[in-house]
């Protein structure tokens, strides 16, 4: 879906229908796929340090996203595979290694001793997650329109099917 939506449906959107229509993209971690989690706060790291290099970071990484699929991180450290997704934004243009410093785990204790110290993105997941609950998003893809969640939107649409249904709801 984000891939059809980048490259043929928000391109034209502001244009089509002025003043309409509001597009916010929400990243939404699947906790089944345990590299989601690293991929996302990728995604925070790159909104932290160069916002306008999102939507590019985002196509590559959905460019590259077998590579970091459970099978190939599975025989890496988290450090490492961060190491990867901090290489993946120096292509777009970030600073990799500010990416990698608001991704890298710690390896000694933190304040007081703890042990769950997370990362420098740690408290971003948090409001992602806080807000997807909050919106009543589980899954992925999950499309809001007037607040409300719109199952018949399916993540298979072309750009076709979208400017059709965009046609006959946006007024």
Same mark, same amino acid.
């Given at each position: 879906?984000?891939?059809?939506?980048?490259?043929?449906v928000?391109?034209?959107?502001?244009?089509?229908?002025?003043?309409?229509? &509001?597009?916010?993209?929400? &990243?939404?971690?699947?906790?089944?796929?345990?590299?989601?989690? =690293?991929?996302?706060?990728?995604? +925070?790291?790159? /909104?932290? /340090? +160069?916002?306008?290099?999102?939507?590019?970071?985002?196509?590559?990484?959905?460019?590259?996203?077998?590579?970091?699929?459970?099978?190939? @991180?599975?025989k890496?450290?988290?450090?490492?595979?961060?190491?990867?997704? +901090?290489?993946?934004?120096?292509?777009?243009? @970030?600073?990799?290694?500010?990416?990698?410093? =608001?991704?890298?785990?710690?390896?000694?204790?933190?304040?007081?001793?703890?042990?769950?110290?997370?990362?420098?993105?740690?408290?971003?997941?948090?409001?992602? @997650?806080?807000? #997807?609950?909050l919106?009543?998003?589980?899954?992925?893809?999950?499309?809001?329109? #007037?607040?409300?969640?719109?199952?018949?939107?399916?993540?298979?649409?072309?750009? &076709?099917?979208?400017?059709?249904?965009?046609?006959?709801?946006?007024?």
């Open positions: 879906m984000f891939l059809t939506l980048s490259a043929s928000l391109s034209t959107l502001h244009q089509d229908y002025p003043g309409k229509v &509001q597009f916010i993209f929400r &990243q939404q971690i699947q906790p089944w796929h345990p590299s989601s989690t =690293l991929c996302h706060e990728a995604g +925070a790291a790159v /909104l932290r /340090l +160069a916002p306008e290099k999102f939507w590019e970071f985002s196509r590559t990484l959905f460019d590259h996203q077998t590579e970091y699929f459970d099978v190939n @991180v599975v890496e450290t988290r450090n490492e595979t961060y190491k990867r997704l +901090a290489k993946l934004a120096g292509e777009v243009g @970030v600073d990799e290694g500010q990416v990698y410093g =608001l991704l890298e785990v710690a390896e000694k204790p933190g304040e007081g001793g703890s042990l769950n110290i997370g990362n420098q993105v740690t408290d971003d997941v948090k409001v992602m @997650v806080k807000v #997807n609950r919106m009543g998003v589980h899954v992925t893809p999950t499309v809001l329109f #007037n607040g409300v969640v719109e199952n018949s939107i399916s993540s298979s649409w072309t750009g &076709q099917q979208w400017q059709d249904w965009l046609k006959t709801n946006v007024k």
